[in-house]
T-cell receptor, first 113, second 113 residues
């Protein structure tokens, strides 16, 4: 039972344009959500998080949107840069902050020059 | 070093053998997590420690898997009677406190022949 789903295995975006990565979850107990970025042969690197009491969180070029009624979150990257090419994982946890994380399958983002 | 380190980076073993995977968390981090990432999947939670004690080991797949953190710093994940299905990247993460952002190490790639 996949509680966190990233339905797009891959996404290709032109440099300078907006990248939108999507994530859906099924467990209504999840109240904290994160995005991690992973380069080959490295561990996941934390990007941005959002608590369920908010519907948007912004950090520089990265913005995460949370739609609790739809159990959906998205990560927007604008403008996209070649260094953003990586695998992006959505993760969720229940109970006040990042504890036992449940990850999606990941989306491979490729930024084309 | 400033980040989470894991040794070895790669481990090849034969079916039925015993292996130990080591994790050195970021200095001062009280919480430590183990995840397992199979090919094409996101990381899957195994166990986490708060200090020396295992706070939640619900993700350990069976009793062949065991983890310790005797002094509240370094942790060792132990796998007995390895099986081919145990082949994966084993990731360790640490956080300052239990609900804080988790920082991941580069992982140990385990291959069971």
């Amino acid at each position: 039972d996949q509680q966190v789903k990233q339905n797009s295995p891959s996404l290709s975006v032109q440099e300078g344009r907006i990248s939108i990565l999507n994530c859906d979850y099924t467990n209504s107990m999840f109240d904290y959500f994160l995005w991690y970025k992973k380069y080959p042969a490295e561990g996941p690197t934390f990007l941005i998080s959002i608590s369920s009491i908010k519907d948007k969180n912004e950090d520089g070029r990265f913005t995460v949107f949370l739609n609790k009624s739809a159990k959906h979150l998205s990560l927007h990257i604008v403008p996209s840069q070649p260094g953003d090419s990586a695998v992006y994982f959505c993760a969720a946890s229940a109970g006040q902050g990042a504890q036992k994380l449940v990850f999606g399958q990941g989306t491979r983002l490729t930024i084309n020059p | 070093g400033a980040g989470v380190s894991q040794t070895p980076s790669n481990k090849v073993t034969e079916k039925g053998k015993y292996v130990e995977l080591r994790c050195d968390p970021i200095s001062g981090h009280t919480a430590l997590y183990w995840y397992r990432q199979s090919l094409g999947q996101g990381p899957e939670f195994l166990i986490y420690f708060q200090g020396t004690g295992a706070a939640d080991d619900s993700g350990l797949p069976n009793d062949r898997f065991f983890a310790v953190r005797p002094e509240g710093s370094v942790s060792t994940l132990k796998i007995q009677r390895t099986e081919r299905g145990d082949s994966a990247v084993y990731l360790c993460a640490s956080s300052l406190m239990l609900t804080d952002t988790q920082y991941f190490g580069p992982g140990t790639r385990l291959t069971v022949l």
